[in-house]
């Protein structure tokens, strides 16, 4: 089945929880096809600034999401993205909830019931679903560690801990499958608590650990060669619960992208390297289960993780 408007419309038919992955499915080897981006008339619309937390707004990727559903909504007027103060995300989400403030407009985040509750998401995987698959970011002389796991209870047995955020949805993930976890609220503070030994693992996800290490510029800290942590954790753009305009302008960019042939290019461009590199289709992997999730997000997230060798085909082309 092509990507063709035909089958686009034949969606339309399909349940609302199988909306998003037929579509990613469908678009993600599609070859872009002609389609118009705009669908107004208007000839005067107010500009905006939109803005993005600052941890999306350093991310190459994010950002790029972001500008790319803004220029495929010309209707809604000019845009401009620009970067937040330097927030911790238990801050930014309370800011969105807030509805008030204007320190930040869109985040990225990785999805729960709760967010999903008090924040208006905008359902579609920023990365292809590619966040809740991790790896360890380690120093050098942790390695031997890590070697032989080859399941959860290996995981468990080997008594590794790993850092994450406090207020990341991971830590409650892996605390539930028996994981030890140490936390702090600050992501660029990990990194020095992995150097001094806090933890034995910080584990981030596919789509930004290259990033992160080209960040630190640390030779000491390295990325453990076997292992392929995975659990359902759709990373959705977040606004405030009242913003609807902008979730409005947000999605509908975003499918026009999913259409266009664009978005698959997008995740082409900026994933299909770390797929590559970190040599994702011969790790182990060790699957958890995520019971954090509302009933959609567990249906994509469950999806991605079934489908994760075909993914992984298609970014490695």
């Excluded at 920023?126 to 942790?142: A, H, N, T, W, Y």
């Excluded at 008594?159 to 539930?176: F, K, M, R």
Aim: glycine share 6%.
């Amino acid at each position: 089945m092509e990507c063709s408007l035909p089958a686009f419309r034949a969606l339309l038919r399909l349940p609302k929880l199988a909306i998003f992955l037929a579509l990613l499915g469908l678009c993600l080897e599609a070859t872009p096809i002609a389609a118009s981006t705009s669908t107004s008339s208007q000839t005067e619309v107010a500009s905006r600034d939109y803005v993005l937390w600052y941890r999306n707004y350093d991310s190459p990727a994010i950002r790029a999401l972001v500008e790319l559903a803004l220029k495929k909504t010309p209707e809604y007027g000019d845009s401009r993205v620009i970067r937040s103060e330097e927030l911790s995300q238990g801050r930014v989400l309370r800011e969105l909830a807030d509805g008030q403030s204007r320190l930040v407009d869109i985040a990225n985040v990785a999805t729960s019931i709760e967010r999903e509750e008090f924040l208006t998401a905008i359902p579609f995987p920023v990365d292809g679903g590619l966040l809740g698959f991790r790896v360890c970011v380690v120093l050098p002389e942790s390695l031997p560690k890590f070697a032989g796991i080859k399941n959860l209870e290996d995981l468990r047995a080997r008594q590794i801990w790993i850092g994450q955020g406090s207020h990341w949805p991971d830590t409650p993930v892996l605390e539930a499958n028996g994981i030890p976890v140490v936390t702090h609220s600050r992501y660029e503070i990990l990194f020095g608590m992995l150097r001094n030994e806090r933890f034995d693992c910080f584990a981030r996800g596919v789509s930004e650990v290259l990033y992160d290490l080209e960040m630190e510029q640390d030779p000491n800290l390295v990325i453990e060669p076997n292992l392929l942590i995975a659990y359902p954790m759709p990373s959705y753009l977040f606004v405030g619960p009242n913003d609807q305009e902008t979730a409005h302008r947000l999605q509908l960019g975003i499918e026009r992208a999913i259409h266009d042939g664009s978005f698959s290019e997008f995740l082409r461009r900026y994933y299909s390297r770390a797929v590559k590199e970190l040599n994702l289709s011969q790790r182990r992997v060790i699957a958890l289960e995520n019971p954090f999730l509302s009933e959609e997000s567990r249906y994509i997230g469950r999806s991605t993780l079934e489908n994760l060798r075909r993914r992984l085909e298609v970014l490695s082309r």
